[in-house]
């Protein structure tokens, strides 16, 4: 079972031993998005939806996310974050408006940092549903997925297009 390294000797799960791995700046960017409609849009590009600025609790929903993903994430190693950044764009697509959710995360350690990127931006996606739920359930949100990743013995990796 040494193949597998997320199991033990017995094939039982376990957290990776990352004791002996060389501690290297790392990064990971992630997208995520949610569609919603003219309405909400404009609320929130507008300020004007009654739960607050539901960008800014987006993000800071996302930062903290980032900084939580190993207490959700069962077999995610706790790492010190050294940053999240998190930038939205709006596209409009027919009659509905797609939020696009661009989430960098960065630490200094021993392992990767995809997962909180991952994490970050799922939660600001959930977060967006959650303040917006009470004009439209019918929010959409997107895919998410891991666009770049640098740093850590597997090298860089990036994706050369974006998932529709």
């Not at 501690?23 to 909400?40: D, K, L």
């Not at 995809?114 to 977060?127: G, I, K, Q, R, W």
């Amino acid at each position: 079972m040494s193949e597998f390294t997320h199991f033990n000797d017995q094939g039982r799960a376990k957290m990776v031993d990352i004791t002996n791995k060389q501690e290297s700046n790392r990064s990971a960017t992630a997208h995520s998005s949610i569609t919603v409609n003219e309405s909400i849009y404009k609320g929130i590009t507008s300020n004007q939806m009654k739960k607050g600025d539901v960008l800014a609790v987006a993000q800071v929903a996302g930062i903290m996310a980032a900084k939580q993903t190993s207490t959700m994430i069962p077999m995610c190693h706790p790492i010190p974050i050294s940053g999240v950044d998190i930038q939205f764009d709006w596209k409009q697509i027919k009659e509905n408006y797609q939020l696009l959710i661009s989430v960098t995360a960065k630490t200094k350690g021993s392992t990767g940092v995809e997962m909180e990127a991952l994490s970050a931006a799922s939660v600001c996606a959930l977060t967006v549903y959650d303040m917006c739920k009470a004009l439209d359930k019918g929010m959409v949100i997107g895919q998410t997925y891991l666009t770049h990743k640098s740093g850590g013995k597997t090298g860089d990796y990036s994706r050369d297009e974006p998932v529709e």
